[in-house]
């Protein structure tokens, strides 16, 4: 790109590889910023974006490459290390200390000592602390008391806590990770312009996210990654959405050789009617079809995962009726949900799917104890071959039945997700971002166990936030926001444009 | 892939085998050390009852504990609750209860059973429905169970006559073996076969692994928990039962310290605080290391104290050799 500059970045990120088991998360990547701009960082979920961020910060080491701030190569051991040099991360989940006020929070592990000898002995200045609170909270624009509990604070609020934790230690990087995912309209309003305050007094700021519109409203270049790679970099002022959105797409999965549209029944095997909760869910109605794949798309908590959970039992509804099979289900806890005929492989593979600590054979028998002891007691050689069975089925790799899930790989542990809940025999699978975070062969893998399971007339629901795999699987696509269903699409009208005005709560104009 | 099923099978058996292999060793080696340092008495018959009536009563209440951890949870009630249902059972049958005149050996044991049993479900209800922590709830009970069973006796024990039919379940034995370790032998199957073979122990195990995916995978988790708390219960009113009889008086002051014991057991057994793991032959195996231990070192006149420091020193090994054994995998 022709910056046009004379200055020199202030960091420099050089060819930098990371590889974990089974993935290369980052591959010869190369990553610059500048003061007082702010680089947006896109790409899909998988791209590499938080893997790079946690290098710069310390928390993960490069296999390869170099990172140079200010002209010195720099080697973070951890994220003391990388704060002291000046490079601070806001993360999307905030290390906050709830309990505690928000100048200690500010100053959390860095507290500034007492002079002479109270000092030496470990007493904190907290006048010191009191007063240098209140001039970076000043200088972040909140209006709230240096000694008020984080836990009375808005998240809006706590994130400024946290900026002026990131200020607090004289960054000259500061890193957001996804700053906006938890806030409201006018909340973001507020962060951005903090954000061009900061610019002012000479910051990089290193933005991540994946909503466009914020990069047109804040960013001065725009760097994207793809499947771990450098994909391109725009200056934001030239730059197009649709531009955008090629670099991150990229090679757009080819519909055809993904699915066929299976569609072919009419036969309604679910019916949501109604579905509420409060604050969260508001009158979801839709109807699956045996042999469908129908897409939930949206942003981020636009109510997917919420709605997934409330059919599941999982969390309460506080009004709604389900229909499997024109029959009225009454599903009050994940327990029902199971006898009632639907499954759900949650988005937190290793926090919700599995038991880590338990072999393949018992994770994949848990869903299924019922079946497997009609008379309480389990009938081991009938587990074993129902096990082996779908082991054999969805390929699974492992050395053996009785190896603890944790060892497997990401794709693998997801498939053991599959296998228990194949296993039960259900009407409806529920799949909450089935393939996040696992290679592109064991993505491929799962699109065909999809494919073959619609063909068995299993209907699926699937949550996805890749817009390419949501338009290649579907049948259908509900695009929600806020808590609502926005609008429906079909596979012939589906474009990532529609879905994006939807998902971003627009009407779409007359098609 | 294929999966070379059979070989594995084999492998898994033997794996699990050298588990509690470990424990054993550690036991028979005690065994072997305690008989060459006092040939004469360590495996007389009799003292060989007193040491297996001592498992017996740890043993009892480590079954419970083991059920409980493997669940992520603790019970530390289980000490005051012997002393309580000690203290109950000889109050039912020798004086009465609030006016009402003594009971039969059956129905007063039948009745401490329950209350044993009621006082776990009480914890399962604070630990599921109301999210209290285990070790809150527990040791709320520790207190009051310690300080019903002072109140209720006033702090004297109620003594059995000599001739009490009563006292055969704690002091008599069948073929040689104490009667009291032939009932931990038939809780521990039954427990064991539960664990092992039951789709209820399939859940407990499940749930100590990871509640929240078990309960996505249809585990009714707060039944499952009611289950080892109310286990527990039932465990430490058979225990106060069993001890009430050895002693032939129901006492308030038995029971100290017990819980730590019956911890201390299960963990020297291999059970994983962090839940998840554990079996109960290896807490069988635990309690079986603290009784030899503590028997043999009375034979050897170790003083009480210097007890408590090798016995303390044992439990710090074992977790840390079972930590690094993690670590290692």
Not at chain 1, 164 to 183: C, F, G, H, N, Y
Not at chain 1, 364 to 391: C, E, T, W
Not at chain 2, 224 to 230: D, H, Q, R, T
Not at chain 2, 234 to 255: C, E, K, N, Y
């Amino acid at each position: 790109m022709d910056q046009k500059r004379n200055e020199k970045p202030i960091l420099k990120i050089k060819e930098i590889s990371k590889a974990f088991p089974g993935v290369q998360a980052l591959d010869k990547v190369n990553f610059e910023a500048y003061a007082g701009e702010v680089t947006a960082l896109l790409g899909e979920n998988g791209a590499g974006k938080s893997t790079l961020m946690k290098i710069l910060s310390g928390v993960y080491k490069a296999d390869q490459g170099e990172m140079y701030l200010n002209d010195v190569l720099i080697q973070p051991q951890n994220p003391h290390e990388a704060q002291n040099l000046g490079i601070s991360i806001i993360y999307q989940e905030f290390n906050l200390t709830p309990n505690q006020n928000v100048f200690t929070n500010i100053f959390l592990g860095r507290e500034p000592m007492m002079k002479g000898l109270p000092g030496k002995l470990g007493f904190v200045d907290k006048q010191y602390m009191r007063r240098n609170s209140e001039k970076l909270l000043a200088q972040v624009g909140a209006r709230f008391k240096n000694d008020r509990l984080v836990n009375s604070l808005s998240v809006a609020e706590q994130q400024m806590v946290e900026i002026a934790k990131a200020l607090s230690v004289q960054a000259k990087v500061i890193i957001m990770d996804e700053p906006t995912s938890a806030l409201g309209k006018e909340e973001v309003g507020v962060l951005f312009n903090i954000i061009r305050d900061l610019k002012k007094q000479g910051l990089a700021i290193i933005f991540i996210t994946h909503r466009l519109e914020e990069v047109f409203e804040i960013a001065d270049r725009a760097i994207v990654f793809r499947d771990g790679r450098w994909a391109g970099e725009v200056k934001v002022a030239e730059a197009t959405p649709e531009q955008i959105i090629g670099l991150m797409v990229g090679r757009a999965l080819d519909r055809s050789q993904v699915h066929e549209s299976h569609a072919s029944t009419d036969e309604v095997v679910l019916k949501v009617q109604n579905l509420n909760r409060k604050g969260i869910l508001h009158n979801i109605n839709f109807e699956l079809r045996k042999g469908e794949i129908l897409g939930l798309a949206g942003l981020v908590g636009a109510g997917r995962t919420e709605t997934a959970r409330a059919l599941f039992g999982a969390d309460r509804m506080d009004s709604g009726e389900i229909y499997i099979d024109g029959k009225r289900v009454e599903i009050t806890s994940p327990d029902s949900a199971v006898k009632a005929g639907l499954a759900l492989v949650p988005e937190g593979r290793q926090t919700q799917g599995l038991v880590l600590i338990q072999s393949v054979e018992r994770n994949v028998a848990l869903p299924n104890l019922d079946a497997l002891s009609p008379n309480y007691l389990i009938n081991r050689g009938k587990m074993r071959q129902l096990v082996k069975k779908f082991v054999d089925v969805l390929n699974i790799r492992t050395p053996s039945l009785d190896q603890q899930v944790l060892n497997l790989s990401g794709g693998n542990q997801q498939k053991v997700v599959l296998a228990k809940w194949l296993a039960s025999n259900p009407k409806v699978l529920i799949l909450d971002e089935p393939t996040r975070g696992i290679d592109v062969g064991a993505k491929a893998e799962v699109y065909d166990i999809m494919n073959k399971l619609v063909q068995q007339g299993i209907g699926i629901i699937m949550i996805s936030s890749e817009m390419p795999e949501i338009l290649a699987i579907s049948d259908r696509i509900l695009v929600m926001y806020e808590g609502r269903i926005m609008g429906e699409l079909s596979r012939a009208d589906a474009t990532q444009e529609r879905i994006m005005t939807l998902a971003s709560g627009k009407e779409l104009q007359a098609v | 892939m294929a999966v070379e099923s059979k070989s594995n099978q084999k492998s898994r058996k033997s794996f699990a085998q050298f588990r509690e292999l470990n424990v054993l060793v550690a036991f028979l080696l005690l065994f072997v050390f305690f008989y060459s340092q006092s040939p004469q008495v360590f495996l007389k018959p009799a003292n060989l009852a007193v040491i297996m009536r001592f498992i017996a009563c740890f043993g009892m209440l480590s079954i419970g504990e083991v059920l409980i951890i493997i669940t992520g949870g603790i019970d530390l009630s289980v000490g005051s609750l012997t002393a309580l249902t000690g203290v109950l059972v000889a109050t039912l049958m020798l004086k009465g209860f609030a006016g009402i005149p003594p009971i039969g050996m059956i129905p007063a044991i039948i009745i401490v059973l329950c209350i044993g049993t009621l006082f776990g479900l009480w914890h399962g209800f604070f630990v599921t429905k109301m999210r209290i922590p285990p070790f809150i709830i527990t040791l709320g009970t520790w207190l009051i169970a310690k300080g019903l069973a002072a109140l209720i006796t006033r702090g004297y024990p109620i003594v059995y006559p000599s001739e009490s039919p009563f006292l055969v379940l704690g002091q008599g034995s069948f073929l040689g073996i104490p009667i009291s370790f032939i009932i931990l032998v038939i809780f521990a199957s039954i427990v064991s076969i539960i664990l092992n073979r039951m789709r209820l122990g399939y859940r407990i195990y499940a749930v100590g692994g990871n509640a929240e995916a078990s309960r996505l995978s249809g585990v009714n988790v707060d039944r499952v928990k009611f289950f080892c708390y109310a286990t527990s219960g039932f465990m430490a009113a058979t225990t106060g039962i069993l001890l009430a009889s050895r002693l032939g008086q129901g006492t308030p002051t038995v029971g100290s310290a017990y819980e730590l014991w019956a911890i201390a057991g299960a963990v020297i057994g291999g059970t994983s605080l962090l839940g998840g793991e554990g079996t109960i032959l290896g807490a069988i195996l635990g309690a079986a290391i603290v009784g030899t231990m503590q028997n043999g070192m009375v034979l050897l006149n170790v003083s009480s104290y210097l007890q408590d420091v090798v016995l303390g020193a044992v439990l710090v090994i074992a977790v840390v050799y079972d930590t690094l054994r993690r670590l290692r995998k």
